[in-house]
């Protein structure tokens, strides 16, 4: 399975590299951004459609690795709950695997007496 996922990683990056060359030109092209608002006004310099395409690809990454990260740390506690509950429920079963079978102390709900033999 890791092979797989990695030749279909390098498919992809492959894809993507052709994707930039043939379309050098446009990626090549510069914009400016410019923000205004009823408070700030802002322009920005000329920018390049290569630097917004990786900026905004970092972005997704940390983006998504920030969600996976949250993720993964409620899975964590739950699995740390679920593991006291493992050992909590080991030690009942071994308590009750100590029990003797047969106690001194309980008396038979019949007794010798009360039976009659013919």
């Not at 630097?51 to 899975?75: E, H, K, M």
């Amino acid at each position: 399975m890791k092979h797989i996922k990695f030749l279909i990683y390098v498919f992809i990056f492959i894809g993507v590299l052709v994707l930039i060359i043939q379309n050098h030109q446009a990626f090549n092209t510069k914009v400016v951004f410019n923000v205004d608002l009823w408070f700030a006004k802002y322009e920005s310099t000329e920018i390049s459609i290569y630097i917004i395409s990786v900026a905004a690809f970092t972005l997704g990454l940390i983006v998504s690795w920030v969600y996976n990260l949250f993720d993964r740390i409620q899975l964590i506690r739950k699995i740390g709950k679920l593991n006291n509950q493992i050992k909590q429920k080991d030690k009942e079963l071994n308590s009750l695997r100590n029990l003797p079978l047969v106690s001194e102390s309980v008396s038979p709900s019949v007794h010798e007496d009360d039976v009659e033999f013919s």
